[in-house]
């Protein structure tokens, strides 16, 4: 049987963020299904929280040149997959689907931002409402589902969790030394969006409060002002504080074997379901995070704890740790326990993906 061909638009690698390493992801699994897979890559220069026009002007000849594409490679037997981008870059996706979407024979919509689902969005209500006959949206969690539901109307669906792409991980137990030291860790894109100077208070106000504690991040410096405040942190805790950059395979995996807490107060508006707490999570570490995006459904129970979106993070983090130590857990049976935990959404989460693959190489039935 012929599989039919998929003509994927969206980020890949490089610069590395999590919707990216998805794509990316799907693409080599289709690949190895034997389907015939088109990355169209539509991203931005290079990693940036602040867009500039400059930054604009080349993401637009990006969804131009995709449009394009997409529109010559179309046909009726194949399927049009498209990673939506939020903001004002949602009416690049628009754009294309409405150039392109009425020669495929079917449209999947992948969803990696909540921004669009918390406000409403012009662009998205219009590229909705263009193939909501043809589309089938997928999305990370039920509650996602929901949320856009309410506010864009019933669609076509599936979920599939991020789960799936932590599995191994999760798999293989995790050793941890024993320590009277408190390792905290971050990794991430390191900018204020997702939360770096929030941990760097966080740090400082848990050594100021008496607690031994050292903090690891990893993960690449955006600009200057992020630069400067490890340089600080080194300055006021010397040997305490280290920096490794950017980070990858088992260089990454270590990092997560080397910490007690990970520590995510993202405020970045196009969170979702991010992959970082998925990796701590499959490594047995707890997570403390800000109530951004859907990791609320992510962070629960044995897991960890999540922050209200308007309260105090370094406040909260502060007291759960006080917490912690007053009814303290063996480090070894908490990761089991989570590990364990996250295990169940790993399994569920492959299933998920299959059937997701199913849908975008199976032969389209008659008439649809």
């Known amino acids: 049987m012929t599989l039919r061909q ?19 992801m799907v693409f ?26 400059g930054y604009h002007a080349q993401r637009a000849r990006a969804n131009w040149r995709a449009g394009k594409a997409a529109y010559r490679l179309a046909a009726p037997e194949s399927v049009l997959y498209v990673v939506p981008d939020a903001g004002a870059g949602a009416w690049y996706t628009a754009g ?21 689902i918390e406000e ?38 599936l979920i599939a969790t991020n789960a799936r792409f932590v599995a191994e991980e999760a798999a293989t137990l995790t050793s941890f030394q024993r320590t009277e030291t408190l390792r905290l860790g971050h990794l991430s894109n390191l900018c204020a969006d997702k939360g770096f100077f929030i941990v760097a208070d966080t740090f400082d106000a848990i050594r100021a409060s008496g607690q031994d504690a050292t903090l690891l991040l990893a993960g690449p410096a955006l600009d200057d002002d992020v630069v400067s405040r490890i340089d600080e942190l080194r300055v006021r805790h010397g040997e305490r504080v280290t920096h490794v950059g950017k980070v990858s395979g088992t260089a990454k995996r270590d990092i997560y074997r080397a910490i007690d807490i990970f ?30 995006g859907v990791i609320r459904e992510v962070v629960t129970g044995i897991r960890g704890a999540v922050c209200p979106r308007n309260d105090n993070f370094t406040e909260f983090a502060r007291k759960w740790i006080i917490g912690e130590a007053g009814a303290p857990m063996d480090r070894q049976l ?20 299959d059937a997701l693959l199913d849908l975008l190489t199976s032969p389209l039935e008659h008439g649809s």
């Open 28 to 53: 080599e699994a289709l690949k190895t299904r034997g389907a015939e897979a088109v990355a169209l890559d539509i991203s931005g220069p290079a990693l940036a929280h602040s867009r500039s026009l």
């Open 96 to 116: 294309i689907l409405r150039t392109a979407a009425n020669k495929f024979g079917q449209i999947v919509i992948h969803h990696h931002s909540c921004r669009y």
């Open 120 to 157: 409403h969005s012009r662009p998205m209500a219009l590229l909705t409402d263009t193939t909501r006959s043809k589309a089938v949206h997928v999305f990370l969690t039920d509650g996602m589902a929901t949320s856009f539901a309410d506010r864009y109307g019933t669609v076509n669906q």
């Open 263 to 292: 520590l995510f107060p993202t405020q970045f508006r196009q969170e979702a379901a991010p992959l970082v707490v998925y990796e701590a999570l499959a490594a047995g570490v707890p997570v403390l995070a800000t109530d951004r």
């Open 6 to 24: 998929v003509v994927m638009v969206g980020s890949f690698p490089p610069p590395v963020g999590g919707a990216a390493l998805v794509n990316q």
């Open 334 to 353: 908490r990761a089991a326990m989570i590990q364990q935990d996250i295990r169940q959404d790993c399994a569920y989460s492959i299933q998920q993906y």
